[in-house]
């Protein structure tokens, strides 16, 4: 099946630096990924949509500037949480899905970030 | 994007069959309807999908309701790793999530 990996899987840092996640389809070829957001007890919070080559399309209340999504190749989209402060821990996930399937999404393991 | 219902909680038997219902009255015609769990501390798990037809994997069974304004997920026989937090989402672009129904399968 189709497997989907992040990096760091967890990751702790001082407030005002920044951290990138990275999310990786590692046996198909991802047109579009996601990125979600999920609080302790919460559901998750789609955050943006990108799509390989071109601009990450954001939800309505995610700030761009600090929530920089790049998606440069087929396999590979990188979220880099800027300035990073105590409200911005969270687990991060991410999703991808091909242009072939379009109706399933396969989602990575979660990255827990803890700012400090 | 459509707006889906579902029971907050749900407690079910080890290897006794389990219906989670869904409702989405608001659902348009060309909108699919989705299944992920999601355990502990993991990223969500797909589990089926559907548009109008019942479907059936190895993991569960999808009963669509001929108008399309609901939907149960079927596990017909639960296990502890069936444990987990259960989403219907019915969308037809990105999936948003709602707040899902906790399963508790119990020895």
């Known amino acids: 099946g189709a497997v989907v990996s992040q990096h760091p899987s967890r990751v702790i840092c001082k407030s005002g630096t920044s951290v990138k996640i990275e999310c990786r389809s590692l046996d198909f070829q991802a047109t579009t990924m996601f990125w979600y957001r999920q609080f302790p007890k919460q559901s998750l919070m789609l955050m943006a949509t990108?799509?390989?080559?071109?601009?990450?399309?954001?939800e309505q209340g995610v700030e761009k500037d600090k929530f920089l999504i790049n998606h440069a190749s087929l396999t590979l989209s990188t979220l880099t949480v800027t300035s990073a402060h105590p409200e911005d821990s969270s687990f991060y996930i991410c999703?991808?899905?091909?242009?072939?399937?379009?109706?399933?999404?396969?989602f990575g393991p979660g990255t827990r970030l803890l700012v400090l | 994007d459509a707006k889906t219902t579902q029971p907050n909680s749900m407690e079910s038997n080890e290897e006794e069959p389990v219906h989670l219902p869904c409702n989405h009255s608001t659902i348009s015609g060309t909108d699919y309807i989705h299944w992920y769990r999601q355990l502990p501390s993991q990223g969500p798990e797909y589990v089926i999908h559907?548009?109008?037809s019942n479907v059936n994997n190895r993991m569960a069974s999808l009963a669509i309701a001929e108008d399309r304004k609901s939907s149960t997920l079927i596990l017909h026989r639960a296990t502890l790793r069936d444990a987990a937090v259960y989403y219907c989402?019915?969308?037809?672009?990105?999936?948003?999530f709602g707040t899902g129904t906790r399963l508790q399968v119990f020895p």
């Open positions: 999703s991808a899905r091909t242009l072939q399937d379009q109706e399933t999404q396969y």
């Open positions: 559907g548009l109008t």
């Open positions: 989402i019915s969308n037809t672009d990105k999936l948003i």
């Open positions: 990108s799509n390989e080559g071109s601009k990450a399309t954001y």
